[in-house]
C-alpha cells in the first residue's frame, strides 16, 4: 500500500508579507494569492519493521530512525521530521513505522511557498494514511504550527492556507490566529485572461527567506515609520487587487503589482539587489506594465504582468538573463491526497 498526496505551490499577487506576525496581529494583514499546477509532493509506503526512513528526492537527503514518539530535529529534513513527531504527540501517541518520500517540482528558496507546501502535502498523506477527521482550516493551521511553533521557522501563514485550499483567494489574518479565506470566483473568460498574461520567470537564484522575514517582523515590533507605513501601502494594494478582478479591471493589474513592489522593497533590507531590479526593469522596458519578486525576496520567482502582444518579447528579453520562464495553470484544487494499494 502507497498513500500518496499533492499540495500545490502559490503566486502571491498582493499584501506579500502583511501575514507575517507582529504586524497582522497588530494591524491586521490581507493577501491575494493564487494556487497553480506545480506542486509539492509526498508518498508514504508503511512498514513492519520498526524502521522510519524519510527521504527527498530532490536532494536526494535520507534519514533512518529505529521507530520512536519523537525523531530529533536539528539536521536536514527537519521539516518531514516535524510532521512526523506531531501527528504522534497529536493524534497517536504511538510510534509509527513507514517510509516517507517527498519531492517539489520547484527548488527550495524558490518564494512560492515551499516550505510550507511541503509540510502541508506531508500533513495529508499522514491524515489520509490514518484516517484523521480533519478540516482544510484545521490542516492549515496544523501546518503553521509546525513551522512556526514547533520547528521556530519565521514566516507568515499564507502558504499553509493556499497549498490546503487551492484556488484564488483574498486572506485576512488578524491576532489570535484569526484566518479567512475568501475564494474570488472569476468566469472562465476573466480567469484565462489573466493566466494568460501572468509571466512566472525564474532567475535560477535561491535566497534563504528568514533573515529578511526577521528584519521586517522587527521593523513592525519596534514600528519603523518608513518600513511600517510600506507593509500598510502593501496591504492597501491587495485591497485593490480585489477590487479590480471582482470589477473586471484586468489593465489595473500591472499597476497594483508595481506600486506593491515599489512599497515591499521598504518593507526591509535584501528583498532586492542589483539582478532583481534589472531584470525588473527590463521587464517593464520590453512591455510589461507591473510586476514583483515571488516570496520574501531576495530570489527566486519573479511575476510579470504583460498583455497578450507583449507577452512574448518580455519573455525574450528576459533570456539575457540565464533565468527561465515557467509554464503553470491556475489549480481550483488545493491538498488532495489518495491511497493505491
Request: with cysteine; hydrophobic share 40%; aromatic share 10%.
Amino acid at each position: 500500500m502507497r498513500i500518496k498526496s499533492k499540495a500545490p505551490f502559490r503566486i502571491g499577487l498582493a499584501g506579500g508579507g502583511t501575514d507575517v506576525s507582529p504586524y497582522c496581529d497588530q494591524f491586521g494583514g490581507a493577501i491575494l494569492n493564487v494556487a497553480i499546477s506545480l506542486y509539492a509532493r509526498t508518498t508514504i509506503i508503511p512498514r513492519t519493521d520498526g524502521k522510519i526512513i524519510i527521504r527527498n528526492e530532490d536532494s536526494s537527503q535520507k534519514l533512518e530512525f529505529d521507530s520512536a514518539k519523537e525523531l530529533p530535529v536539528g539536521g536536514f529534513l527537519d521539516l518531514q521530521v516535524g510532521v512526523y513527531n506531531r501527528i504522534v504527540k497529536q493524534f497517536t501517541n504511538e510510534k509509527l513505522s513507514f517510509e516517507m518520500i517527498t519531492s517539489m517540482d520547484v527548488s527550495s528558496g524558490s518564494g512560492l511557498g515551499t516550505s510550507s507546501t511541503i509540510v502541508v502535502s506531508a500533513l495529508g498523506a499522514f491524515v489520509k494514511w490514518l484516517n484523521l477527521s480533519l478540516e482544510k482550516n484545521e490542516i492549515a493551521q496544523l501546518a503553521y504550527d509546525i513551522e512556526r511553533v514547533d520547528l521556530k521557522m519565521a514566516g507568515g501563514r499564507q502558504d499553509q492556507y493556499a497549498a490546503t485550499y487551492g484556488g484564488i483567494n483574498f486572506m485576512e489574518f488578524y491576532e489570535g490566529n484569526k484566518v479567512a479565506v475568501n475564494p474570488i470566483i472569476l468566469g472562465d473568460s476573466l480567469k484565462n485572461e489573466l493566466q494568460k498574461n501572468l509571466i512566472l520567470y525564474y532567475t535560477k537564484t535561491s535566497r534563504e527567506s528568514a533573515k529578511i522575514i526577521e528584519t521586517q517582523a522587527n521593523n513592525a515590533q519596534t514600528k519603523q515609520e518608513k518600513p511600517l507605513q510600506a507593509m500598510h501601502l502593501v496591504k492597501e494594494q491587495a485591497f485593490l487587487m480585489k477590487e479590480a478582478l471582482g470589477n473586471q479591471e484586468l489593465h489595473k493589474i500591472g499597476e497594483i503589482l508595481s506600486t506593491s513592489w515599489e512599497n515591499k522593497k521598504q518593507m526591509a533590507a535584501g528583498i532586492t539587489n542589483e539582478l532583481i531590479d534589472e531584470i525588473y526593469s527590463t521587464a517593464i522596458s520590453a512591455g510589461a506594465t507591473g510586476g514583483k519578486i515571488s516570496g520574501a525576496g531576495g530570489g527566486g520567482f519573479m511575476i510579470f504582468y504583460a498583455e497578450e502582444s507583449k507577452k512574448n518579447y518580455v519573455i525574450e528579453m528576459l533570456e539575457q538573463f540565464g533565468g527561465q520562464e515557467r509554464a503553470f495553470d491556475f489549480c481550483d484544487e488545493g491538498l488532495s491526497a489518495w491511497t493505491l494499494y
